[in-house]
C-alpha cells in the first residue's frame, strides 16, 4: 500500500471541501487507484481535524474491557463497524470488526492477545525454545526410529536362525525317508 504524506492528504482534502469536486474526479485528478482513500482522508478530517490525517507514531493498545465495552455498543445500536468506531474515537471500523470477529471465532478471551511484534529478547527466546523443541523431537525420533530397527533386526536373525535349523531338520530327515521308502517298495515287490 502506497504511504502519501500528511501534506498531500490535506491538499486533497481541501479540494474536496471546497466543495468543487468529487471523491471519484480528485481520485482521478491525483492518480489514486480509488476514491476510497479520499473518502476515508475526509471522514478522519472530519472526525480528527489535522491529526487524523497524520499516521500514527505507535500503534494504539486497547484495554479487553474498553473492547468489550464497543463491541456491546455495535450490537446494542446495531451501528456498523465505522459508525461505532467513531463514536468511539477510534480511527478505522477495520479494528472494530476484527475485536468482534475474533470475540465471535475464539472467544472474549482471545481480545487479550496484543499485536505487533514483540521485543528482540522475547523472538530470541521463542527461536530457542523451537529450536530446542526440534532438536528433542528429533532425537525422540532417532530413538524410536533405532529401537524400531533393532527389533526389526533380531526378528530378522530369529527367522534366519529358525530357517537354517529347520534345513538341517530336514537334511537329517531327508536320507531317512529315502530309506523308508526303499524298504517300503522292497516290501511290495516281495509281496507281488
Known sequence: ???YTFEYKLKVVNEYLNGNETYESLAEKYQLSTPTNVVTWVRLYKQFGKE????AEKQS??????KLDVIRYKERT??????????????F?????????TVQRDGVEALKETRGRPPMAEIERRKKEK???????????DAKRLAEL??????????NSYLKKLETFQDKRL??????????????????
Open 131 to 141: 529450536e530446542k523443541l526440534k532438536k528433542r523431537k528429533i532425537k525422540e525420533f
Open 175 to 192: 536320507p531317512e525317508k529315502n530309506k523308508q521308502k526303499r524298504r517300503t517298495n522292497l516290501s511290495r515287490k516281495d509281496l507281488n
Open 78 to 91: 446495531g451501528l456498523s463497524y465505522q459508525k461505532t468506531a467513531d463514536a468511539f474515537g477510534i480511527r
Open 93 to 101: 471500523g477495520t479494528t472494530v470488526s476484527g475485536w468482534y470477529k
Open 52 to 55: 487524523g490525517l497524520k499516521e
Open 61 to 66: 493498545v486497547f484495554p479487553v474491557q474498553f
Open 150 to 159: 533393532e527389533r526389526e533386526n533380531e526378528l530378522l536373525r530369529l527367522e
Open 1 to 3: 500500500m502506497k504511504k
